[in-house]
């Protein structure tokens, strides 16, 4: 293809510039063959010309077409060269935010100085299982690839991570390591992972440093190998470091700083625990000051130090070993503080006792006199005696800092080595990864021997990068069977040479350091002798004679000789080593206990030490000497040859980190800059081998679907194959352009683009076509239009000026009317305003004068009654007087008479005569009187009482009468008030007749006046009117903006209530779906404790046992944790077994912290379903308002109830008296008389007892009757009490009552109940009617206990309602309070407040009654399991009893009954009997080896739930606890067995969530609870549980449940995890719609359907399957709702996820595609009746999304649009979708850059979550709605072929 076809006019290309590298222009003119010059425009609208090299006459690099820009894979580039190269990843950093690209096998990243959220565990979760070339470039998709070829090849892989300091090496690093830790899939044994993430903090804390470039800088290379066993799981890793700088522990520039450990130990120094150190600011000390800089900002040293201690921790370094560390840092900072003077120009000195150095020794543990001597001579040995000679000052600093360096390299080799043990695996490794962190290319302004050795290895590993890309591409080409050319590639080994060969520069250099006297200039000038034109890479610069420059593979770099020699020998004294050596200080002397051993190059790296060149005490010319004194340069060249051996030995994966400036600033691209690091770091070499073969490829079916425009229908042929062949034969003349291979088609770097644009000019021409259609049809339509519409206005125009006409005569005839009318209204309205006026006036004038008539005769009435009261009063006071007069008169005469009366009775009892008078019958009336003395002490008592009963009534009566003194003194005292008002009356009433006269003046006044303001009144009143119809107006608006602000309120609060009732409903799904989740990693954790019980029983070879419980309550932790128990059974045994046993080696402390984790989860799990239970409750509480009406018809029922029961009692009481009687005539009278038939006594006894029996049978029933309804009614409130309280409250009742005397009630009883004998002596022989009598008293004593603990309640429940009372009062009281305060408020306010006050109120009451309906369902409770227990009681004794003691004439005559509690009769109907020995076999039978397909298919739905609750009724009918226990245990543990072995078959999982559903349901079904048997018939409610409350156990199956349904979930998710990209992403649905882009190396899938690949339809089968699954086992259809729901999730989410990861997915034509996909699921939803499944609203989110890729994407209104249509989308990503749109043709547009500002803008309120992709793995909380059977057990049959004949049906 010629020059002129594709530098045309309008063509793009590429020329230099000096600041931007590279610039873009357009041609003006086309060019012809021989142009000089090219007339260009530039993209600013500048003209230019641009001169063609004359030499070369190469013209400039053409421009990619813009639909290839922004690509994932350079190689996609149709034109390969640096100007596209640095373009395509400008545009995907500044326009996209993408940071990394691909190009071929590397991984472009560049740091964004930014944090992304793009390294979640969802974007983990994203790429784990992608194929590399499937999803957006990530460092995750380079982890992915290397994991996935280790499993796949067998084969160790590596990952080379390289780049300039600060260009995020790392942190990439970082990154791969934390996906293999995340994806390994060991997530259960996270300590590994945790350990080799810790390494990375200790490892930038002893090696990272600050630099001008980089804030967090590695100082040191490093390679990680993470070991895996055969699983591909963590076991370990191994950590190897290269060439740490350890000069920087001695000397930093200018805003740098020393390695971060003693920055965070100076600003740590202020701990108690590290005061001993003696550490200051970091300011203070000269090795961490040089820098200027120890602060980095946004980075606290203090909580670093944190980090690394606890990192230190988890890698197993103690505290202990921790301080050692810290100890011997903070001595190399106090070293480098220790002042070295100048003694003379030959020695130095320091001065005594510096305070540096003694804190230094005391640190280290070694002597001051040694220390400070040592520091300032050295020891010279000669052949026959030892010198010491002293340094001059210069070299003693030299010195002492040599010693600080080589402290640190050790202190840093032992802490790599101790981070290598602790991360050392445990068992067999099978394969590893190896990250390898190392530096790039450097070139500073002052290169030296460390940049020289980065330079070098960077040669290495480039090398290695260029064979691998060479032997890929041929490999490639060997595949598709293309004809191999060698490709020319640029190969480095000269350069390697020269550094490393013979006589290179690192064996010049090794030399001159083993000469006695060389030195830097004297190597120098034998690298110039060596090399110096003879090598072209070596040159020597013009002004300098001590640097050399070498030509490196990235550019020229020149070394300052300077310090090679000494950095290369790494010198230090061994006087100053041996002085360490003797220290006192443990890990010192660890660190240099080695010192003399030989180490190999192998050994050096695994621990990362650096082999130091020690001067010898003696020398020896051993081999270990020889090792010992290996240089630097020689170290680390067979360090470098290891990592070779290693990444050869493995498949390299690579990643260039791009540095993006130099200031560090996010988001800012220097295209000078990242040229530089382009060059260096090899991407421009992988991209000239890939421009120089055939870069872009094709397969057949794409390269047809794309270029289908170009052919006509003649070209296209079944084989696509020659159609293709065809095709290109005609488009493309030169053959060498392009080849065809077994499965591609491969084309040279242009041809691409060629094609596209054929295809775009093909497309221009067809659109310009129809546009002139399209345009002549909408030209003659609105032609059309507008002359019918000029017919239509003329029409109207006519029409409206004759209606016009009309109008105005209407209007003129109307108006003479309206006159007429009007000056009628104002005469007659004149005529009656002054009638009015009239009538008004005469009005006032007429009850003026009555009202004074009135009041006179008011006045006079009045007078009359205080004149009679008067008179009365004065005639009362009379009679008073009169009255005291007369009895006084009366007391004086009887007083008189009284006297005379004594005194005649003083003188009879002087006299003789009456003495002896009185002593005749003395003696018989003393005897008389002392009886009666005895008579009247009893009467004395009953006196006594009544006395008291007097003194009370007397009491109260003379209250009474108090009271009634006080009432009278009032009225006395107020008629005397009364008195002196009648005074005042007659004065006020002169007063008055005064006021009169002065009225009837005023009167005349008044009607002169009243002419006067006739006229004034008749204008206010008319005003008056006016006033009031605009009050009326002005009322009419406040009613109805009273009634508006009514109704807005009304909607405001019902609005708040919503929202409110969707919050709590929220939290409640959250508290549920936390709940969820927390049984499932306790089930992860229970099938990890299995594993590891398992491997320990295997490795201690003890027997397995068998399954021993303890026996305790039936909670939840029986049956779902019985593991526990059984492993702490293991472990007991295996104490007591022989010592000698082998035990497996176990990490304890995994171990120990799986159970803290099983054990907090279960606290957790305990606090969440409480948690779970309160929300439950809040919502039951917000309901009970609705019930408050019911409540109170229920309490009038109660209080009728209590009511009866007082009478009750007080008929007991009447029994209990009429039993004192009888027991008082028995003890009075006990001769045999009294007992004798037909005696008087006997006939009363039995008619009183034949009485009190009736009297009893009678209330008996009314107690029975009046308890049955209370328990009926205290049922319906669904509370239940426990089996444990059940056989508490019936020990108590044991207790309380002896059996003997029970049964001897019962007996009485039953004698009594027999109809009379009619021989009377056969009734009292033997003392049977003392029996009776005992019986009664007994059945009495029952009774009154009974009654005793009922007054008891009836106590409590007054004390309670007392209670309830003074809270009402402070409720009333504060209720005050608050309405006196809202009265202040305004009116809006006050409405608000009172209904915030008034919905807490109601809160707080509801949560009241909540509680004293708890305690009254207790109470309930309580008695009828006590009247449960006692009338069973009662009947087995009573029948055992009755059996020895009645002959079996009597059993067959009188029928046994129980005496009065009624028992409930038993129907042996729906249940199956089985032994406890058939226990196994049913668990076996029926849920181990029974497959559900048979039963699905053949029997009814849910049969084992049937079966399996029909053994439960049997065992709960036999009262066996046991039994209940264990079967509900072994059928928990029987379903987590066969889900465990079965749990990837859904069809299994399924069918057991259907049964375990249907067992929940049959529990709750006949549970006995009243709210559960609503929907029961009759015969199933017979069916009920009658001994046992299982309330817990459902609690169990529902958790049960859950684990089943999250199961079911993750079996779904791995079917359809690998149908969903494909069918709703890739599949072209539409054909013809979506168009194929070019592809580079890293291969997509094809978005044309190939054989074998998944499409909508698969998916839809498959959704179809799931639910007739579903349906066949009877799964509850609420269920299959939820589980749908989930599965549309899953979709949406999936779908969702790569959409936003695949740049290749954004376009228009996929946005319709999806849509469609999207309907057809709704079909489908509809097909199943499920639309109301909510399943469709989960797909919301990639509905919103499809819409976004169609909608247009450039107007403010289009934002306003996209905000308002997006709302399930976050702000995150509506930008991540609008950044990766692709147009695919050249008519679509790229979405602007700001346009997605503004869209940020308008959604940055938005208060949401950052995270970008959905959560594919959450999983919504389920429930279970109750759904009761209508199958009756009593119909179920089992089939042969369960093989359950061990089963009988009862």
Known sequence: MAASELYTKEARVWIPDAEDVWKSAKLLKDYKQGDKLLRLELEDGTVVEHQLDPRTMNLPHLRNPDILVGENDLTALSYLHEPAVLHNLKVRFIDSKLIYTYCGIVLVAINPYETLPIYGTDIINAYSGQNMGDMDPHIFAVAEEAYKQMARDERNQSIIVSGESGAGKTVSAKYAMRYFATVSGSESEANVEEKVLASNPIMESIGNAKTTRNDNSSRFGKYIEIGFDKRYRIIGANMRTYLLEKSRVVFQAD????????????????????????????????????????????????????????????????????????????????????????????????????????????????????????????????????????????????????????????????????????????????????VLDIYGFETFEINSFEQFCINYANEKLQQQFNMHVFKLEQEEYMKEEIPWTLIDFYDNQPCINLIEAKLGILDLLDEECRMPKGSDDTWAQKLYNTHLNKCDLFQKPRLSNRAFIIQHFADKVEYQCEGFLEKNKDTVYEEQIHVLKLSKFELLVELFQDEEQSVSPTEAQTGARTRLSVKPLKARATQSSREHKKTVGHQFRNSLQLLMETLNATTPHYVRCIKPNDYKYPFTFDPRRAVQQLRACGVLETIRISAAGFPSRWTYQEFFSRYRVLMKQKDVLSDRKLTCRNVLEKLIKDKDKYQFGKTKIFFRAGQVAYLEKLRADKLRAACIRIQKTIRCWLLRKKYLRMRSAAITIQRHVRGYQARCLAKFLRRTRAAITIQKFQRMYVARQRYRRMQDASLIIQCMLRGYVARQKYQQMVREHKAVIIQKMVRGWLARQWYKRSLEAIVYLQCCVRRMRAKRELKKLKIEARSVEHYKKLNIGMENKIMQLQRKVDEQHKDNKNLHDRLTNLENTYSSESEKLRNEVDRLRGTEEEARVNSNRITSLLEELAKLKKELEETQREKKTIEEYADKYKVETEQLVSELKEQNTLLKTEKEDLNRLILEQAQEMKEKMEKALVEETKQIECELNEERSRYQNLLTEHLHLEARYEDLKEEMTLTMVIPKPGHRRTDSTHSSNESEYTYNSEFAEREEEASRGPEDVPKAPLDMSLFLKLQKRVTELEQDKQSLQNELDRKEEQIHRIKATEEEQRNRARGAELEYESLKRQELESENKKLKNDLNELRKVLSEKPTAAISAPGSPAYKVLLD????????????????????????????????????????????????????????????????????????????????????????????????????????????????????????????????????????????????????????????????????????????????????????????????????????????VDEPIRPVNIPRKEKDFQGMFEYKKDDEVKLVKNLILELKPRGVAVNLIPGLPAYILFMCLRHADYLNDDQKVRSLLTSTINGIKKILKKRGDDFETVSFWLSNTCRFLHCLKQYSGEEGFMKHNTTRQNEHCLTNFDLAEYRQVLSDLAIQIYQQLVKVMDSILQPMIVSGMLEHETIQGVSGVKPTGLRKRTSSIADEGTYTLDSILRQLSAFHSTMCQHGMDPELIKQVVKQMFYIIGAVTLNNLLLRKDMCSWSKGMNIRYNVSQLEEWLRDKNLMTSGAKETLEPLIQAAQLLQVKKKTDEDAEAICSMCNALSTAQIVKVLNLYTPVNEFEERVSVTFIRTIQIRLRDRKESPQLLMDSKQIFPVTFPFNPSSLSLETIQIPTSLNLGFLTRV
């Open 255 to 434: 805003e740098e700083r020393n390695y971060h450990i003693f920055y965070q130990l100076c600003a740590s120094s202020n701990l108690p625990e590290l005061k001993v150190l003696k550490l200051v600011s970091a300011n203070n000390f000269h090795y961490t000051k040089q820098g200027r800089s120890p602060v980095i900002d946004g980075v606290d040293d203090a909580k670093e130090l944190i980090n690394t201690r606890n990192a230190f921790t988890l890698l197993g370094i103690n505290d202990s070993y921790q301080m050692g560390i810290f100890r011997v840092l903070a001595a190399i900072l106090h070293l480098g503080n220790v002042e070295i003077k100048d003694r003379d120009s030959d020695s130095s000195i320091i001065p005594p006792n510096n305070a540096h150095l003694t804190v230094f020794c005391d640190l280290m543990g070694v002597t001051y006199q040694d220390m400070s001597h040592w520091l300032c001579h050295k020891k010279l040995i000669t052949a026959t005696e030892t010198y010491i000679k002293p340094f001059p000052k210069l070299q003693a600093i030299n010195a002492r800092d040599a010693l600080a360096k080589h402290i640190y390299a050790k202190l840093f080799s032992w802490i790599v080595d101790h981070v290598n043990k602790a991360l050392h695996a445990t068992m067999k490794q099978h394969s590893f990864i190896g």
């Open 1248 to 1451: 009183q007892l034949n009485a009190s029996n009736e009297e009893l049978e009678v209330r008996k029933e009314e107690v029975l009757i009046l308890r049955s309804q209370l328990v009926s009614q205290k049922e319906a409130m669904q509370h239940k009490e426990t089996m444990t309280e059940a056989m508490f409250y019936a020990e108590d009742l044991q207790k309380m009552k002896d059996s003997g005397e029970i049964t001897q009630a019962y007996l009485g009883l039953k004698e009594v109940n027999r109809s009379p004998p009619k021989d009377y002596h056969e009734l009292n022989e033997d003392g049977e009617l003392w029996m009776v009598y005992e019986g009664l008293k007994e059945t009495n004593r029952l009774l009154e206990s009974q009654l005793q603990s009922q007054r008891k309640g009836y106590e409590n429940e007054a004390e309670v309602l007392r209670g309830e009372l003074q809270s009402l009062k402070e409720e009333n009281n504060r209720q005050q309070q608050l309405l006196a305060q809202n009265l202040q408020l305004p009116p809006e306010a006050r409405i608000e407040a009172s209904l915030q006050h008034e919905i807490t109120r109601l809160t707080n009451e509801n949560l009241d009654l909540m509680e004293q309906l708890e305690k009254q369902d207790k109470t309930v409770r309580k008695l009828k399991k006590q009247l449960k227990l006692f009338a069973k009681k009662i009947g087995e004794m009573g029948v055992f009893n009755q059996v020895e003691n009645v002959s079996p004439g009597q059993i």
